[in-house]
């Protein structure tokens, strides 16, 4: 069984930053990809972030410019947030593809920028 423990979410005011972790534990075979989702209340979940196998990156056009997505070579990822708005306000959810399993999710994080 594989845990995915997501850190790093909290408060902050527009115009700040913040850094989300998030690290497998576990058995996990061949990764794939791993992302940021997130969902804010009353909308579904969207993709914020991705990052494949081979280091090819996908962002969100509302976060291009101000998030970045990476990962180190011991099955964590990050989401390096800067330049937030109150738009950004959401539960932020790691996910990761791999050959097995699937498909995993993380407990999620709130992150609140307020204005």
């Known amino acids: 069984q594989v845990h995915l423990v997501e850190s790093g979410g909290g408060l902050v005011q527009a115009g700040g930053s913040l850094r989300l972790s998030c690290a497998a534990s576990g058995s996990i075979f061949s990764i794939n990809a791993m992302g940021w989702y997130r969902q804010a209340p009353g909308k579904q979940r969207e993709l914020v972030a991705a990052?494949?196998?081979?280091?090819?990156t996908n962002y969100a056009d509302s976060v291009k410019g101000r998030f970045t997505i990476s990962r180190n070579a011991k099955n964590t990822v990050y989401l390096q947030m800067n330049s937030l708005k109150p738009e950004d306000t959401a539960v932020y959810y790691c996910n990761f593809r791999a050959t097995f399993p699937s498909n995993s999710w993380g407990q999620g994080t709130q992150v609140t920028v307020s204005s």
């Open positions: 990052i494949t196998s081979s280091g090819v």
